[in-house]
């Protein structure tokens, strides 16, 4: 059986959290290779402060609950970390607040399957259907995206997009080398220099359902200076580290 593991972070996510649960299960339970393909979910309760341990635990769902708030890269690094303890295939990460379609998971997985990827990320912007974010992020991420393809040669079309699937090998990398803030484009380029295959799929986002958003308008400018230096210095570190090995 090919075991795949949905990694669910969450903060302060009381009032969707466990529709995302129920429509997760739902749509599982509608896929088909039902007898190769096994999927199982772990939510990473980041110490949130509203009651969303509460309901997870009231509706006796699979969670980890950390008892510091360590942010989003920090919620999927431990998520990584219980995915090589348990040994699973394929790693997924979809987010907490709804606004990733777990209808999708299959098709996340089955380039990994089928040895055609290491990591699949779904990107919004390759069939530009469903909420396609304001101008002036898709502005952003078409900035970051030229940056991770100056980097390491990489061609994305959704760089931020969270909602990713990686393999076996990529989860022993990243339950012990993930970024911790704003880790996704970083996370692309970290892994294209260690040679993964990145594949992009379609998928239809939503729009937020609740909570706020990690990138607010006012942190744009400081989210691009940083996630753009840091792609430049893991760049950087990689070609040193290939000198210091010849």
Known sequence: MFNVLVIIPAYNEEECIISTIKKLEEDIDSFDYKDKIHFDYVVINDCSKDSTKSVLKDNKANFISLPLN???????????????KNNYDVAIQLDGDGQHDSAYLLDLTLPIYENAADIVIGSRFINKEGFQSSSARRMGIGILNFWIWFCSGQKVSDCTSGYRAVNKEYIK??????????????????????????????????????????????????????????????????????????
């Not at 360590?70 to 090589?84: E, Q, T």
């Not at 989210?223 to 010849?246: D, F, G, H, T």
């Open 173 to 246: 990398l990243y339950s012990s080398d993930y970024p911790i803030d704003y880790p996704e484009p970083e996370a692309i380029v970290r892994a294209k220099l260690n040679r993964a295959r990145i594949k992009e799929i379609p998928v239809i986002m939503k729009e937020r359902v609740s909570g706020k958003s990690s990138i607010r308008p006012i942190h744009s400018m400081y989210y691009m200076l940083k996630v753009s230096i840091s792609i430049m210095i893991c760049r950087l570190a990689n070609k040193k580290l290939k000198q210091k090995k010849r």
């Open 70 to 84: 360590l942010g989003i890269g920090g919620a999927v690094s431990c998520g990584y970390k219980y995915a090589l």
